[in-house]
């Protein structure tokens, strides 16, 4: 039987309701269901999806940022595996005032041996940049100093929170601190060891120890300048000893609740190779830049420039490391290897053995490893002296200081020179930028500098300097807008406005 048109109509619309309320009830539950508010109007263009999470050693897009968010701070030298976070702020843009300074009378010294003998060592050197975090409610202040300890200080007033932790000669290079939350403070040490140290007693305790003459062959002395990388129980360092190292942790815990370690050196490698020798004249080598980790490799270089990447990706399944960058910038590198968000790479050498190579491929550069046979992106000729500090970015630039006491902002993608501004008696710290302010340490008078780079086109405009003491070698340390310097006088200090 034929229905009436309007009756027809009803139920038509009747069945559409119970189809569109069914659809919303069910929709929470139905991973199919998809709102029309989401729907795509004709003609427009779908979101691209979420890019994938990355599942390698360290993610090269979080360059700039944090070394994770299990402890916050600046955990060591240059902040991230990439060697690209300098700290927090707000970065004062008048002068600061001392806050405190440790310790409050006397200094931090020690005599110490090396190629020209005995003297006297005074304060924080190259890199000499303390480490900055929280931990249980306080923030620590923990460095290494000429005097052979490892001191732990909080940052509210300079006071000790745990006794010294001494070494039995001068530390040059900056702690790492644990990022995965484990307390623990991995240091090296002149006196022939790099150290795991446990800081949830009421006093330091070493848990190991590696010594520098525990591979074979070694080329230079025993210092441990080089600040490590800790990445899923794994340790990555560099030594003065001409090798690199890898040491599997197994972190834990025992059960009274205190911090343990199992390490297992499980891989080294020469900083050089034959063919080194034979370009480099000599067999002298040594570590002394910090280990950059960039996606699944691990990239350093040596005394004799020779930069060296190592793909790491199978580390964790038992697979050796593979060497995928060989490049030779001709002299000593001893200034951290710099990584963008590509995974390009900005290195710095000296300029004293005035070689042939050193003159084809410059003092400032820009490498993409993705082009192992040819990696040279740009090149900056830098002939009086070349660098020892490691460059920073910022922005689409990057600055590096040189030995001649030059601010250089370089074009990261032309390599064009935008400006170059001289820093009377600047050091060989490297340059720190939070907040669009840059400082940097001059070892002569003892300034600290303060400039302006917001507009990366013009030279740094100067804010502010402040004396702290005498020559700044030392890298400072930014955290919550508070300065953390170290200098030859023997004391750090602690700047910021009141």
């Known amino acids: 039987m034929t229905r009436p048109l309007g009756r027809r109509l009803a139920l038509l619309c009747a069945a559409l309701l119970a189809l569109a309320a069914a ?143 001494t070494t039995n000669d001068i530390i040059k290079g900056s702690v790492t601190i644990d990022p995965d939350g484990f307390p623990l403070v991995y240091t090296g040490s002149r006196d022939d060891y790099f150290r795991i140290i446990a800081i949830d007693g009421d006093k330091p305790k070493e848990l190991w120890k590696l010594s520098a003459y525990a591979v074979k062959p070694t080329l230079w002395n025993n210092d441990w300048d080089s600040s490590a990388i800790i990445i899923d129980d794994y340790l990555f360092e560099g030594g003065e000893n001409s090798q690199f190292h890898i040491v599997k942790l197994n972190r834990g815990y025992d059960a009274n609740g205190k911090v343990t370690v199992k390490p297992k050196l499980i891989w080294n490698t020469p900083s050089w190779d034959e063919k080194l020798i034979k370009e480099a004249g000599h067999k002298t080598f040594s570590v002394e830049n910090s280990v950059n980790v960039s996606g699944n490799t691990i990239y350093f270089a040596n005394s004799a420039g020779l930069v060296q990447g190592w793909d790491i990706s199978g580390l964790k399944s038992g697979q050796k490391p593979k060497r995928v960058l060989r490049f030779w910038t001709g002299d000593d590198t001893d200034g951290s290897i710099v990584s963008d968000e590509q995974g390009n790479l900005y290195v710095g050498s000296e300029y004293e053995k005035k ?30 002296g070349g660098t020892y500090s490691t460059a920073a970015l910022h922005k689409d630039i990057v600055i590096f200081g040189t030995h001649a006491m030059d601010l250089v902002g370089v074009d990261r993608e032309t390599g064009k020179v935008r400006w170059r501004h001289h820093v009377p008696g600047m050091g060989h710290g490297s340059p720190v930028i939070v907040d669009d302010v840059l400082i940097i340490g001059d070892c002569n008078a003892g300034w600290l500098y303060a400039f302006d780079v917001a507009d990366t086109s013009v030279a740094p405009k100067p804010l502010w300097k402040v004396k702290p003491g005498a020559c700044i070698e030392s890298t400072p340390a930014v955290w919550n807008g508070v300065v953390y310097v170290g200098t030859r006088a023997g004391q750090l200090h602690a700047l910021a406005l009141r």
Not at 42 to 58: D, L, V
């Open 355 to 384: 070689n042939a190579r050193s003159k084809t491929v410059g003092q400032l550069m820009k490498l993409d490893p993705k082009k192992p046979n040819d990696p040279l992106v740009w090149k900056i000729d830098e002939r009086n």
């Open 23 to 165: 659809a919303c009830d069910s929709a929470p539950d139905d991973p199919a269901f998809v709102s029309p508010s989401a729907a795509v109007p004709s003609g427009s263009t779908a979101p691209e999806p979420a890019p994938a999470a990355f599942t390698g050693w360290h993610d090269p897009g979080q360059t700039g940022k944090p070394w994770g968010d299990k402890v916050k701070g600046l955990l060591t030298f240059r902040g991230n595996p990439t060697r690209t976070f300098h700290g927090s702020g707000p970065l004062p843009k008048t002068k600061p005032e001392e806050l405190w300074r440790f310790p409050k009378t006397g200094n931090m010294c020690r005599p110490s041996v090396d190629e020209h003998g005995e003297r006297i060592w005074c304060g924080m050197g190259w890199t000499g940049q303390p480490a900055v975090f929280e931990r249980e409610g306080k923030t620590w202040v923990v460095f290494g100093a000429y005097d052979g300890k490892v001191h732990f200080l909080d940052a509210s007033n300079g006071e000790r929170i745990l006794p010294d932790f």
